[in-house]
Nanobody
Framework: QVQLVESGGGLVQAGGSLRLSCAAS????????MGWFRQAPGKEREFVAT????????YYADSLKGRFTISRVNAKNTVYLQMNSLKPVDTAVYYC?????????????????WGQGTQVTVSS
């Protein structure tokens, strides 16, 4: 069992930055691939980024490449999402998730554990 707790969300002006954190419980964090997803009001949950167990590989939604960076520190059981040049369309609840899959995947059904989410609001 893995419990995930996101933090770092908030209100930011367009063009600003935020760094989200996701702290995981348990001793097996390094055995899970980690991902970030987001859900805007009235829209389906969408993939943002994922990172491999070691942190050596990452994969991003095409529309977010260059603005968002995912990273992890296994010694701290934490995965991060650095978000730069934020736009109002980035407003959403951001979720982190853990997967046992040994490949990078954007498929939300491949993720076994989910956090409660953290709200990010970007004002224009």
């Amino acid at each position: 069992q893995v419990q995930l707790v996101e933090s770092g969300g908030g209100l930011v002006q367009a063009g600003g930055s935020l760094r989200l954190s996701c702290a995981a419980s348990g001793r097996t964090f390094s055995s899970y691939g980690m991902g970030w997803f987001r859900q805007a009001p009235g829209k389906e949950r969408e993939f943002v980024a994922t990172i491999s167990q070691s942190g050596g590989g990452a994969y991003y939604a095409d529309s977010l490449k260059g603005r968002f960076t995912i990273s992890r520190v296994n010694a701290k059981n934490t995965v991060y999402l650095q978000m730069n040049s934020l736009k109002p369309v980035d407003t959403a609840v951001y979720y982190c998730a853990a997967t046992r899959a040994t490949y990078l995947t954007s498929n939300s059904r491949a993720y076994d554990y989910w956090g409660q989410g953290t709200q990010v609001t970007v004002s224009s």
